[in-house]
Structure formats: C-alpha cells, structure tokens
C-alpha cells in the first residue's frame, strides 16, 4: 500500500517508516499537520498513520474532519500518547477507522494497518496509471506501452510512478529528490538526469511519439504530444 505517515517525533517516525518498507508498503512522510492534509488532499493514498497532536496549526482531528469534509474516504489510523477513552472517542467521530495508543508495539501497529487494508472500499484507489498508450500496474509493478513489457528497476518504477501521478504538470528535482530519492538536499550529481535518461530510452525508443520531455531551467514532465 501507499501510505502517507504523519509524525512530528523523529524517532518515532523512522521506527514506524522503516518497519511499513520493510513489509513491503510505500510510505511518504509528513513532520506537521499542514503539510499532512497538503498530501493528503493532493495525492492518492491507501491509507493514512496520523500522530493525534501534530505541530503546524492543524492537529490529527482536524486534518481529518477536513478531509472527510472533501468526501476523501481514505482509512486512517491514529497514533497518540493520550490514551484516555474520551481522546480515542474523539478521534474516531473525527473520521478515524482505528486508534492506537503509544508505546506500541510494531507487529500490533502492522497488523491494525493491514487489517484497514482489507477493508473493502467504495472509492477504492486507482491500482493503474495510464498516459497515451503507456500504462504503469501499482499491483503487479509492471509497465507497458501500447502492450509491450518494458522492463524497469525499481528506483525507475517510482520516477516513472511520480511523473505519471502528475502528468500534465512539471515536476522539478526538488520534487524528484524528495519524493523518489528521499533527500532533503540538493546532492549535486546528475542522478536525476542519469536516470530520466535510460528511462527515456526504454519508454521513447522506437515509438513515434515521445512521453517524457524536459522543460527548461524547470524540471520534467510526462505528457502525450498533441
């Protein structure tokens, strides 16, 4: 699943990140409040891990009462330290599925996250991405175009995932940076641009109409040629 993890406690936050990777889920990773609902209601997740007190004006109940305001109907797993019933009733009327109070252990942690995972959903997320004829397979980490296999490694699936996500629209490295290589600092390479490169090649090559284009002093976009 894609999961986007709302935590302002550092420790607490890599602890929980690096535990949903390693059992094979996306995490994306927000410090506060405000930039949690900022990707919450801009991009499509499977499921929300919200801290219940989170700097930046806008506290877990809140953020959720606002998306649930919007119709986004993405399940949502709260972690706070206050364990009062009170506290966990007020989470839960807010538009939470699930309330798990700190400490905690991982394995319960999971289990509650995969267990919201299989709840069936009406606006069940998107498990395909397609521009023109290329089409990108969330579930079984395939892409083709125009029903040709192509293969990618899995740093490219994500860059290819990223770009698609907003085609149409210019992504920058800074985007590129932080969302697909998790830095939070210009590293000064070209490992961006090394990369753009050969998944060019795999996704242009020997096809009429090229998908990914540079746009100047800006960054990249993905789009079908008029």
Known sequence: MRILLVEDDAEVARFVKKGLQEAGHTVEHATNGRDGLFLAASEQFDMLVLDRMLPGGVDGVRLVETLRSQGNRTPVLFLSALSAVDERVKGLKAGGDDYLTKPFAFAELLARVEALGRRPSVDAPATKLRVADLELDLLSRTVTRASKRIDVQPREFR????????????????????????????????????????????????????????????????????
């Open 159 to 226: 860059l290819l995932e990223h770009l698609m996500r907003h085609a149409g629209q210019v992504v920058t490295r800074t985007m590129l940076l932080e969302k697909v290589w998790d830095y939070h600092f210009d590293p000064q390479t070209n490992v961006i641009d090394v990369h753009v490169s050969r998944l060019r090649q795999k996704l242009d090559k020997g096809f009429d109409k090229p998908l990914i284009h540079t746009v100047r002093n800006a960054g990249y976009m993905i789009r079908a040629e008029p």
